[in-house]
């Protein structure tokens, strides 16, 4: 008799896409993680040209085309001063695709793998699917991740930690002196830290830093992506960056599991890296712009919301109903227990849609707010 593996049947459906099949047509959408922008032009161009001149026809290497990787190194070294050799790059199909070689290579069955709560919805799957132990941890009263709730979390069965930053769902974003000991966290209990930086140029106060830069071993890698910075989600294309070690092992699952990543979206994404940065700047300005208009709704309609410094979500404490209120209302949120048991009481929204829609979305929320209270 034919049975399901273990570590598909520890996996559920997401709650996000429960949320999205419960509500109407007509609904105004605050749910998805994606930006509402188009695909930088140039990017564009660059996919079109390699397809009409024929370069997009065949496999590239395993690893990616040797161009994009450079593209990737220069990025690094142009935004943090990091030198990365290209030979050390795997482009991925999105960053969902590299978390998974990070967890698949790195963690052996029942191993440990530590991660927020709320968080990213990936994380506990991917951990199962890798016949990994989850172990999410707590977050601070401000969402942000505290280095020494994930030390006094290891153990001996600890294989990898999970560091995002700026966050989904919370858009938190993490200090200098955090990613320091998150480094130190790494490199003196030999674990693997693994930094989801997919949000890295969404960032409205101060500036993203990354583990890597402090780490003294390789025991850190990044995993990130042109889906956000670039809103090109559907093109999937993201990347992981570690020691050549670490590469050459999650190169044996991606190139027997993928082959390599989609030729076009590589063009793409060359040519997004390469290319002129102001649509990032124009559409991160836009998104601080949203950020002001949904924390002052939100506060005026008495809801209590942490700042985000940084991604497009806000995540308000909510009151009991309010989530079921505000979908049968025509608006869209994602209740915060679809992201852990410690996101419970709380919403995740989305202002990655248009400033009149939100505007709206805002006048309901206040209107079932004062509803279930």
Partial sequence: MT??????????????????????????????????FPTPAHARRGAIEAIESGRADAYTSNKGTPQLREAISAKYDRDYGLEIDPADVIATSGGSE??????????????????????????????????????????????TLDPATVEDA????????????PANPTGAVQSEADMREFARIADEHDVLCISDEVYEHIVFEGEHHSPLKFAETDNVIVVSACSKTYSMTGWRLGWVVGSNRRIE???RVHQYGQACASAPAQF????????????????????????????????????????????????????????????????VVVPGDAFGANGAGYARLSYATGTEELKEALEIMAEATRAVR
């Fill in 3 to 36: 049975a399901f593996a273990d570590r598909v049947e520890h996996v559920s459906i997401s709650g996000i896409r429960k949320v999205f099949e419960a509500a109407g047509e007509d609904a105004i959408n605050l749910g998805l993680g994606q930006p509402d």
């Fill in 98 to 143: 590299a978390l998974h070689l990070a967890l698949e290579a790195h963690v052996n069955p029942g191993e440990e793998v530590i991660f927020p709560d709320p968080g990213f919805v990936s994380y506990d799957a991917l951990t199962h699917i890798a016949d990994g132990t989850p172990k999410p941890v707590g977050l601070r009263d401000d969402l």
């Fill in 154 to 165: 290891i153990t001996d069965e600890t294989a990898a930690f999970i560091v995002n930053s």
């Fill in 249 to 251: 092992r999650m190169l």
């Fill in 268 to 331: 793409a994404a060359e040519a997004a890296l390469t290319g002129p940065q102001e649509p990032v700047r124009e559409m991160v300005d836009t998104f601080e712009e949203r950020r002001d208009l949904v924390l002052d709704g939100l506060t005026d309609a008495g809801l209590e919301v942490p700042t985000p410094e940084g991604a497009f979500y806000a995540m308000p404490k909510v009151p009991d109903g309010w989530c079921e209120e505000v979908l049968e209302r025509g608006v």
